[in-house]
């Protein structure tokens, strides 16, 4: 069972309180600012270490090309998850089997190239990070397959999964025509000084900033301590600072 992703909202109105900003007061201009910095931030933290709530383990179709390209599993297969980093291939799933044997492969144009001549492979990888782009939904607006918007309602920006008509389609009134970008709930506090320590160096706030970086990095390192010492996972953080 998939769990609750955490809410934009609610993530953008403390980093406000933070900067002493009235929320009803926010140009467009600053509330952008404040979306793609974290967007930012969340890229950092979903790679900063495997993760259970980012990584999955899924089988996928290795193409046999019976040639020069060899065989090899592309990243983007239709209707599919997408593939970010990948981290393990098996002949079977790991989840059900003890017997799984380890394929040999290596990264390629093509995606992931497999020495073996399986029809199938069961692969442990991170999904792609997402990125907060969406603007304000507009009922006046018509949408594309792919445009993400932001639902004000819902505190959550949110990707067309069909053509969407301009009228009252919004993620609210239309929630089929829309599926949430999900922001994993650890990384709540994260963002949130992570996108205020970002906010006060983009306005010079050097000093400020650094103490505000320390926290998040606090924040961050946490949840890894969690991950290893009481969830017994293994792994490394990787954080861009200063």
């Not at 980093?85 to 497999?114: C, H, M, R």
């Not at 389609?169 to 990384?187: C, H, K, L, R």
Request: charged content about 20%; overall charge negative; hydrophobic content about 35%.
């Amino acid at each position: 069972m998939a769990l609750s992703p955490a809410n934009y909202g609610q993530i953008l109105n403390q980093v406000l309180n933070l900067s002493g900003i009235d929320r009803a007061t926010l140009p467009t201009l600053e509330w952008n600012l404040f979306r793609d910095l974290s967007s930012r931030r969340l890229k950092y933290a979903w790679q900063a270490a495997k993760w259970p709530e980012v990584t999955v383990t899924e089988s996928r179709t290795i193409t046999q090309t019976g040639g020069d390209e060899g065989n090899y599993i592309a990243l983007n297969q239709a209707g599919q998850t997408e593939i970010g980093e990948v981290f393990a291939v098996w002949n079977k799933s790991p989840k059900s089997n003890q017997d799984q044997v380890s394929l040999t492969w290596y990264l390629s144009e093509n995606g992931i190239q497999i020495a073996e001549n399986n029809t199938t492979a069961y692969l442990w990888f991170r999904k792609t990070v997402p990125t907060l782009t969406g603007a304000l939904y507009s009922s006046s607006s018509a949408y594309s397959t792919g445009d993400q918007v932001y639902d004000n309602t819902a505190g959550q920006f949110y990707e067309a999964n069909q053509p969407v008509a301009a009228g009252s389609n919004s993620p609210t009134d239309q929630p089929s025509y829309w599926d949430v970008v999900a922001i994993p709930n650890i990384f709540f506090d994260y963002l949130v000084r992570g996108t205020y320590s970002d906010y006060l160096r983009h306005n010079g706030e050097l000093d400020r900033a650094r103490v505000a970086e320390a926290d998040a990095r606090d924040v961050l390192d946490h949840e890894l301590l969690k991950l290893h010492t009481q969830q017994g996972q293994t792994t490394r953080l990787e954080v861009a600072g200063y």
